[in-house]
Structures are given as structure tokens and as C-alpha cells.
């Protein structure tokens, strides 16, 4: 089945130790998104890349990167985590030019991060 | 900033009860989405609903949209314990982004 899958569900990390996270789909779709969920809110959005081209949101702090080596793949990279970085960290993807269906945002599981 | 508020927060209720959830935002938009995020788990898409539409159904699921006061409802039917989750609405924001609502936590008790 056509999914996105995000690795691993499980992060810990150390305080200032850097940290990947990953994210791939099976949709071929052109547009990735990451999306920090903090315990009881909602999803925020960090940044999306539409192709190759990267759109970063205004308040997404300089700590959080992104790479996109390829249509199937996107990694969240967080220079040096702080305490306040754990939250769950959502991937999802859309198809703009998908009729009907373009606006629909598909999800990964996520993936939570704790910090130490 | 935020654009969808939801209400009520959290809501629970017995099972085969209807639940009501309600959505407001600020801006006009072209669509509004609601999905469904289980415990721990990502969200699932439920159904989008266009600005030009008043109602919609899916299931159990009815949807309304008030574009005059900004405002979107889903009510589910007939509720069943894998109900119980958290559902958010989504409206587009510029280029390809959705902004999501707070959410309203669903308990549905067997």
C-alpha cells in the first residue's frame, strides 16, 4: 500500500547532540511537509518543500533544517536539540495537481523525539 | 497565528451518542478539512469541504460550513469506542499549507 513512513517512531537524543529524523513515501507526491506536534496541540508547521524547492515558515527557529535528496525522501535535522524540541514530529505529503484530491495532506505516524 | 479555534476542547460521550465539533476560523479560505488523529499516532484525513459547499456526508460523517460567520461543524452518528480520538480542522492557508485548529479530544465510553 501507498504510504509515508516515518523512522524511527521512537527518538532519543541528548541535549545539543545532533539529530535526524527521516521521512519516505510511496506516493509520489511532489510536496513534503514537517510539522512539530507539541503534547495537546496542534500540528505546527516547520517548513515543506514543493520539489526541490524549499519554503520555510517565519518562525521556524534556525536550529531546525531540512534535505530533500530525492522525490521519496526528507529528513528533519535538528542542529542542537533542546529541552523544548520534544514534541512529535509529524511528515506528510500532497499532490497539488491531484484533482479532487490535492489539497489532502497524507501522514506519517510521526516520530517522538525526547530530549535528556 | 493560528486560524482554526475549535470547540468544545474535549468532549465525552456515550457510545451510539452523536458528537459535535466546531471550528472557527478568521480568514476566507478556500476549503476546510477535518481530520482524525488517534493517540500518539498522525493524522488521518476525514473529509475537505469547499467554500462554495454548505454540506457535506461521508459516512457517518456530516459536515457544514458557514463562510458568513466563519465557521465549520463535523457531527459523527452513531458514535463507536474507536471513535475516541482527537480531530482537528484544517484551513488552506497560502501556496499548499493548512493551518490546524486546537483540536477537540473525543471520548467515546462503551
Known amino acids: 500500500d501507498a504510504m509515508v513512513i516515518q523512522n524511527p517512531r521512537y527518538q532519543v537524543t541528548q541535549f545539543g547532540k545532533p539529530v535526524t529524523l527521516s521521512c519516505s513515501q510511496t506516493l509520489n507526491h511532489n510536496v513534503m511537509y514537517w510539522y512539530q506536534q507539541k503534547s495537546s496541540q496542534a500540528p505546527k508547521l516547520l517548513f515543506h518543500?514543493?520539489?526541490?524547492?524549499?519554503?520555510n515558515e517565519a518562525d521556524t527557529p534556525d536550529n531546525f533544517q531540512s534535505r530533500r535528496p530525492n522525490t521519496s525522501f526528507c529528513f528533519l535535522d535538528i542542529r542542537s536539540p533542546g529541552l523544548g524540541d520534544a514534541a512529535m514530529y509529524l511528515c506528510?505529503?500532497?499532490?497539488?495537481?491531484?484533482?479532487?484530491?490535492?489539497?489532502?495532506?497524507?501522514f506519517g505516524p510521526g516520530t517522538r523525539l525526547l530530549v535528556l | 497565528s493560528q486560524q482554526g479555534e475549535e470547540d468544545p476542547q474535549a468532549l465525552s460521550i456515550q457510545e451510539g451518542e452523536n458528537a459535535t465539533m466546531n471550528c472557527s476560523y478568521k480568514?476566507?479560505?478556500?476549503?476546510l478539512q477535518w481530520y482524525r488523529q488517534n493517540s500518539g499516532r498522525g493524522l488521518v484525513h476525514l473529509i475537505l469541504i469547499r467554500s462554495n459547499e454548505r454540506e457535506k456526508h461521508s459516512g457517518r460523517l456530516r459536515v457544514t460550513l458557514d463562510t458568513s460567520k466563519k465557521s465549520s461543524s463535523l457531527l459523527i452518528t452513531a458514535s463507536r469506542a474507536a471513535d475516541t480520538a482527537s480531530y482537528f480542522c484544517?484551513?488552506?492557508?497560502?501556496?499548499?499549507?493548512?493551518?490546524f485548529g486546537a483540536g477537540t479530544i473525543l471520548r467515546v465510553k462503551s
Open positions: 506528510a505529503t500532497s499532490r497539488p495537481t491531484a484533482g479532487r484530491e490535492r489539497e489532502t495532506q497524507y
Open positions: 480568514t476566507s479560505i478556500n476549503n
Open positions: 518543500y514543493y520539489d526541490k524547492d524549499f519554503n
Open positions: 484544517a484551513t488552506d492557508a497560502q501556496g499548499n499549507k493548512l493551518v
